[in-house]
């Protein structure tokens, strides 16, 4: 089938009520048409999502946020021109267009324009927003590829539109605004520093007794098997644990798979390699998975964040 065919039978699928999984530039989505709430609740179910978790909003182009924000302030403007399409969600006041159940009756939606061909083309095709979150059932790996994709959530969408590997490949950074001034909700593929140098400094994220966004569940981003951050301390028997390491580690490491997310230590490579590196790592016939921490700046902090919820409430390997 050629790519333009299934776009259009994506979109008929869209228009129908229906799910379809699509590619971005970070991970893979499961989309649904934002505007009709029957729709987005089969996203919650595919997921086995807690309903307390609100959705990315899709647009074409940022022309089309106006029917589904009541307030856009200079500085989201500002971010929109600077990254869309791109790796940046805001989260802006919604519009009674926008069904409570996809902000999980939060006033707020979380905005995105993807940079991705398919996704720009899909969503040009079909006259309304997509609620899409990343593919993966509820707290596991987000997939980077459409090999990635498991069967249950594959067997609820109508589609799979395969895009090959996700460039990005970490979830997009979202925003919000209090007043003009900008916090981060959530650390991902567009770092801090790049909005800093358009908006100037970000403010501290304002506490909240709910997690805003499941990015921020202290478990979350996990793979099956458990992972344990790498503290240079040796399991009794290594040769039964894979091992997630920055750069190409020495040829001294023990452990029975080793990967590197990026050989000479790029953070753009690392956080492309992320997921699909945990996926590898999480098929092999081990008892755990040992990652080390990557340097603490740019992309390295969402690459860190994901690496210590995945790691979240492990107490070490039972020998
Ligand atoms: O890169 C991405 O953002 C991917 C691709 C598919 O676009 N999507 C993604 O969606 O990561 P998901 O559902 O896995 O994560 C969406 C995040 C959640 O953490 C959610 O809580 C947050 O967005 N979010 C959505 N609406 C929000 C709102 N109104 N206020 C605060 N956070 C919100
Ligand atoms: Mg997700």
Redesign the pocket.
């Known amino acids: 089938m050629s790519l333009r065919t299934e776009i259009e039978q994506a979109a008929l699928a869209l228009r129908e009520g229906k799910l379809v999984i699509f590619p971005?530039e970070?991970?893979?989505?499961l989309g649904a048409n934002a505007l009709e709430a029957k729709a987005c609740a089969a996203i919650f179910e595919a997921k086995g999502r807690p309903q307390f978790?609100?959705?990315?909003v899709?647009i074409a182009d940022s022309s089309r946020i106006e029917p589904l924000t009541a307030l856009v302030p200079p500085k989201a403007r500002q971010l929109m021109e600077k990254f869309w399409p791109g790796?940046l969600?805001v989260?802006l006041p919604k519009s009674v267009a926008i069904p409570d159940i996809v902000?999980a009756g939060?006033p707020?939606?979380?905005l995105?324009v993807?940079n991705h061909p398919l996704a720009l083309e899909l969503l040009k095709a079909v006259d309304f927003p997509l609620a899409?979150?990343?593919a993966n059932r509820f707290q596991g790996l987000?997939p980077t590829e459409a090999k990635h994709i498991s069967d249950k959530i594959r067997e609820r969408a109508t589609c799979l539109i395969d895009g090959g590997k996700c460039g990005v490949g970490i979830?997009?950074t979202?925003v919000?605004f209090q007043g003009n001034e900008v916090y981060c909700?959530?650390l991902?593929?567009l770092s801090i520093e790049a909005i800093e140098a358009v908006i100037g400094g970000l403010i501290p994220s304002p506490k909240s007794e709910s997690p805003?966004?499941?990015?921020?569940l202290a478990k979350h981003y996990s793979p099956e098997k458990r992972l344990l951050l790498w503290n240079g301390v040796y399991p009794s028997d290594p040769s039964r644990f894979a091992f997630l390491a920055f750069q190409t580690p020495p040829s001294t490491v023990k452990f029975k798979h080793i990967e590197c997310l990026s050989a000479h230590g790029n953070m753009v490579e690392a956080a492309s390699h992320l997921f699909s590196k945990l996926q590898k790592l999480d098929s092999f016939e081990v008892d755990g998975i040992y990652a080390e921490l990557v340097p603490d700046s740019g992309l390295g902090r969402a690459i860190n964040d994901r690496l210590r919820r995945a790691a979240f409430g492990n107490r070490g390997f039972s020998q």
């Open positions: 971005t970070t991970v893979y989505g978790n609100p959705l990315i899709h790796p969600t989260v902000t939060l707020s939606v979380a995105r993807p899409a979150p990343s987000s979830e997009s979202i919000g909700l959530r991902g593929g805003m966004a499941p990015g921020m």
